[in-house]
């Protein structure tokens, strides 16, 4: 097994982590994974303290989310077990779907093979989740998957200072943008 | 002192400020419209790049900001587009003291405003994607009032512009890298199609355009019309940006083809959505649609008067979605509901309102004597010339669009069976009374505004030289 996988497998077990369980308990855990594994792969292309930027703000973006959803004092809507069947096989389809295009993606995008699946792997995982909620919580994890899935692909092509504190901030941004819609309600009258 | 500290760092630091004095929202209000006035004040009269002499004081205005290895350049050729849009900042900000808008309104207003500038202004052109998401951020809390829960029309149009910024880089990358003739001459076309993907996410191009009701219908009226006014201009001088920059685009006509055949798509299904709609805030949606179809058509077309007409065409634009969302606003703050089994007896109780709301509709349907006539009439007539079999279709929904407008005249001149006592105060009838008499002045003066209006084609200074 090629060490390359192991970062792989961690964004595609965070991807089945953030599909099948709803709490914010689980999302948490599975973002801090997916940031773990962008973070490895990221590495190899960029130096580290940018690499690093992306698994701190990652994280920041997560944690902002789950305290504004504890602080809501709401649970999250619980699914059935058919409920996590389905999303299991969405996302099974998913994982095949993003190796299967590998092949003709690469000639398009000529970054590493490694960042191009674990980014595709992202994408995907991203754009399932934003298809399968409504809840600001869950939205916002989608969002941040599927940014985090560019920016892996994107981190191949260009490396720069500003790129990489501006997505960061971007990142932070949606974090902050869900975490207002998650309290918005809560918060003093209009005025 | 450089061009871009005055017009992007200063409502950034602005916008900060009055954050913090946010719950005084007639200074927050006040500060943001006065300085946008200032600012739409200095576009027009202080050149860049200039020695200017005052007294014994010397100043030149640098066109250059570096941050971080990249640059921020406004030049004499933004200016144009400058003053545009801060004078539509200062009227927005000065309608929502007015109109009692929430406490994030202006402080959150100004920011975007200066990420959009930030979009417009950086060197290279890549970096516009990332700033117009950060505008797109920014606007949320301008969007959701606090106290008021999200609703779906706000996510989905954060959820597709944020999948358009993703489009927009890598073709940028594509673009932007370097000497394109050295790539594999298929990679170029591939480019040019992920790019206009991620415009069309980010115009709401059909068929990604379903959020625009759904946000107009759902959202305070005044928010939602700053934010639709503010942005789509501002991604469509960015898209005129892309073209004028890159020489392969600009000798695509499959390109152009493409975006003629968006733009109809969104005449034609905008305008015949608006003949069924039954809620005058959805049609408000259909009409910022309906707009950007117009103005996506005008690019399609690739020829300096195209481009003229679709210069031409902002201003009735930014006026009709002001007196509409004006309008809408006043009809929304005194709780009068606006689907179509609600609105007896609304003209006696807002008489201003309805007028400015039925005017801002007919002007934008292309009705004569109203801001919208003349642009549209020369649209119709650039169409007819050039693209013979698009005017039809072109035809088919401006009568789609008017056929809704002619119902909402239907429904609000429905009188009640008792009097009604006018709700309307002095100051919304002053400020819809204002818009309607610019409805009127440009509809019939259309020369003395249209022709400064022009120059804000400078922006994209190769698509002048078209034909």
Redesign the interface.
């Given at each position: 097994m090629n060490i390359q996988t192991i970062p792989l497998l961690f964004l595609i077990v965070s991807s089945f982590i953030l599909i099948l369980f709803l709490g914010w308990r689980y999302a948490l855990l599975g973002l801090a994974l997916q940031y773990i594994g962008v973070f490895w792969l990221i590495a190899q292309t960029l130096p580290v303290g940018l690499a690093a930027v992306k698994l701190i703000v990652g994280w920041m973006a997560g944690a902002i989310l789950a305290s504004s959803q504890v602080s809501l004092g709401e649970e999250l809507p619980v699914s059935d077990l058919s409920g996590r069947i389905f999303r299991g096989f969405v996302m099974i389809f998913g994982v095949i779907v993003a190796f299967s295009i590998l092949p003709a993606a690469e000639t398009?995008?000529p970054v590493e093979r490694s960042l191009l699946t674990g980014g595709l792997i992202l994408l995907i995982s991203g754009l399932v989740q934003?298809g399968l909620t409504?809840n600001?919580f869950r939205?916002s994890l989608g969002?941040l998957t599927?940014?985090a899935g560019?920016e892996m692909i994107?981190a191949g092509?260009?490396s720069?200072?500003?790129?990489v504190?501006?997505?960061g901030?971007?990142n932070l941004?949606?974090g902050?943008?869900g975490s207002?819609?998650i309290l918005?309600?809560t918060?003093?009258?209009?005025? | 002192m450089s061009a871009p500290i005055l017009w992007i760092v200063i409502p950034l630091v602005a916008g900060m400020t009055l954050w913090l004095l946010r719950r005084r929202r007639w200074l927050a209000g006040g500060i943001a419209a006065g300085l946008s006035a200032f600012l739409a004040g200095l576009a027009a009269a202080l050149p860049i790049g200039e020695v200017i002499r005052l007294g014994g004081l010397q100043i030149e205005l640098a066109e250059s900001l570096f941050i971080l290895g990249r640059s921020f350049n406004l030049t004499n050729n933004e200016r144009p587009l400058l003053v545009v849009i801060f004078t539509a900042c200062a009227v927005w900000f000065g309608g929502g003291l007015i109109l009692r808008q929430h406490r994030f309104f202006a402080p959150f207003g100004l920011m975007v405003v200066s990420a959009l500038i930030g979009a417009l202004a950086v060197q290279p052109f890549l970096y516009a994607a990332l700033l117009v998401e950060l505008a797109v951020l920014l606007s949320i809390p301008l969007l959701v009032p606090p106290g008021e829960p999200v609703q779906s029309g706000v996510q989905r149009f954060l959820i597709f512009q944020t999948l358009g910024m993703p489009f927009i880089l890598l073709a940028g990358w594509v673009f932007g890298s370097g000497d394109i003739a050295q790539f594999d001459p298929a990679i170029l076309p591939r480019a040019a199609v992920i790019l206009g993907l991620g415009f069309a996410l980010w115009l709401g191009v059909f068929p990604f355009y379903f959020w625009v009701p759904q946000l107009t219908n759902q959202t305070h009226p005044y928010s939602a019309g700053f934010v639709l006014s503010l942005l789509p201009v501002s991604t469509l001088m960015l898209g005129l940006d892309f073209i004028s920059q890159i020489g392969w685009l600009r000798a695509s006509s499959g390109m152009f083809l493409i975006i003629q055949l968006a733009g109809m798509l969104m005449i034609i299904t905008a305008g015949i959505w608006a003949a069924f709609q039954d809620e005058i805030s959805r049609l408000f949606g259909y009409a910022v649609i309906f707009e950007s179809g117009y103005a996506l058509l005008s690019i399609g077309v690739n020829t300096l008067p195209g481009y003229m007409i679709f210069a031409a065409g902002l201003l009735p634009r930014l006026l009709g979605l002001f007196v509409l969302a004006t309008a809408l606003s006043v009809l929304k703050n005194h709780d009068q509901p606006t689907d179509f089994d609600h609105l007896q007896g609304i003209f006696q109780r807002f008489p201003v309102a309805v007028i400015g709301l039925v005017l801002a509709l007919f002007s934008m349907s292309g009705i004569p004597l109203l801001a919208g006539f003349p642009v549209r009439l020369e649209a119709l007539e650039l169409f007819a010339s050039q693209q013979p079999l698009l005017i039809g279709w072109v035809l088919l929904g401006n009568l789609g669009f008017l056929i809704g407008v002619v119902r909402v005249l239907l429904h609000v001149v429905r009188l009640a069976d008792q009097p009604e006592q006018r709700l309307e105060n002095w100051k919304e009838r002053g400020i819809l009374l204002i818009g309607l008499l610019f409805l009127f002045l440009f509809g019939l003066m259309p020369g003395v505004f249209y022709q400064s209006v022009i120059f804000i084609l400078r922006v994209a200074p190769a698509l002048l030289a078209a034909r």
């Amino acid at each position: 097994m090629n060490i390359q996988t192991i970062p792989l497998l961690f964004l595609i077990v965070s991807s089945f982590i953030l599909i099948l369980f709803l709490g914010w308990r689980y999302a948490l855990l599975g973002l801090a994974l997916q940031y773990i594994g962008v973070f490895w792969l990221i590495a190899q292309t960029l130096p580290v303290g940018l690499a690093a930027v992306k698994l701190i703000v990652g994280w920041m973006a997560g944690a902002i989310l789950a305290s504004s959803q504890v602080s809501l004092g709401e649970e999250l809507p619980v699914s059935d077990l058919s409920g996590r069947i389905f999303r299991g096989f969405v996302m099974i389809f998913g994982v095949i779907v993003a190796f299967s295009i590998l092949p003709a993606a690469e000639t398009w995008i000529p970054v590493e093979r490694s960042l191009l699946t674990g980014g595709l792997i992202l994408l995907i995982s991203g754009l399932v989740q934003l298809g399968l909620t409504g809840n600001p919580f869950r939205l916002s994890l989608g969002l941040l998957t599927f940014l985090a899935g560019f920016e892996m692909i994107y981190a191949g092509l260009v490396s720069s200072v500003l790129v990489v504190g501006l997505l960061g901030l971007i990142n932070l941004g949606i974090g902050l943008a869900g975490s207002y819609f998650i309290l918005s309600a809560t918060l003093e009258e209009t005025g | 002192m450089s061009a871009p500290i005055l017009w992007i760092v200063i409502p950034l630091v602005a916008g900060m400020t009055l954050w913090l004095l946010r719950r005084r929202r007639w200074l927050a209000g006040g500060i943001a419209a006065g300085l946008s006035a200032f600012l739409a004040g200095l576009a027009a009269a202080l050149p860049i790049g200039e020695v200017i002499r005052l007294g014994g004081l010397q100043i030149e205005l640098a066109e250059s900001l570096f941050i971080l290895g990249r640059s921020f350049n406004l030049t004499n050729n933004e200016r144009p587009l400058l003053v545009v849009i801060f004078t539509a900042c200062a009227v927005w900000f000065g309608g929502g003291l007015i109109l009692r808008q929430h406490r994030f309104f202006a402080p959150f207003g100004l920011m975007v405003v200066s990420a959009l500038i930030g979009a417009l202004a950086v060197q290279p052109f890549l970096y516009a994607a990332l700033l117009v998401e950060l505008a797109v951020l920014l606007s949320i809390p301008l969007l959701v009032p606090p106290g008021e829960p999200v609703q779906s029309g706000v996510q989905r149009f954060l959820i597709f512009q944020t999948l358009g910024m993703p489009f927009i880089l890598l073709a940028g990358w594509v673009f932007g890298s370097g000497d394109i003739a050295q790539f594999d001459p298929a990679i170029l076309p591939r480019a040019a199609v992920i790019l206009g993907l991620g415009f069309a996410l980010w115009l709401g191009v059909f068929p990604f355009y379903f959020w625009v009701p759904q946000l107009t219908n759902q959202t305070h009226p005044y928010s939602a019309g700053f934010v639709l006014s503010l942005l789509p201009v501002s991604t469509l001088m960015l898209g005129l940006d892309f073209i004028s920059q890159i020489g392969w685009l600009r000798a695509s006509s499959g390109m152009f083809l493409i975006i003629q055949l968006a733009g109809m798509l969104m005449i034609i299904t905008a305008g015949i959505w608006a003949a069924f709609q039954d809620e005058i805030s959805r049609l408000f949606g259909y009409a910022v649609i309906f707009e950007s179809g117009y103005a996506l058509l005008s690019i399609g077309v690739n020829t300096l008067p195209g481009y003229m007409i679709f210069a031409a065409g902002l201003l009735p634009r930014l006026l009709g979605l002001f007196v509409l969302a004006t309008a809408l606003s006043v009809l929304k703050n005194h709780d009068q509901p606006t689907d179509f089994d609600h609105l007896q007896g609304i003209f006696q109780r807002f008489p201003v309102a309805v007028i400015g709301l039925v005017l801002a509709l007919f002007s934008m349907s292309g009705i004569p004597l109203l801001a919208g006539f003349p642009v549209r009439l020369e649209a119709l007539e650039l169409f007819a010339s050039q693209q013979p079999l698009l005017i039809g279709w072109v035809l088919l929904g401006n009568l789609g669009f008017l056929i809704g407008v002619v119902r909402v005249l239907l429904h609000v001149v429905r009188l009640a069976d008792q009097p009604e006592q006018r709700l309307e105060n002095w100051k919304e009838r002053g400020i819809l009374l204002i818009g309607l008499l610019f409805l009127f002045l440009f509809g019939l003066m259309p020369g003395v505004f249209y022709q400064s209006v022009i120059f804000i084609l400078r922006v994209a200074p190769a698509l002048l030289a078209a034909r």
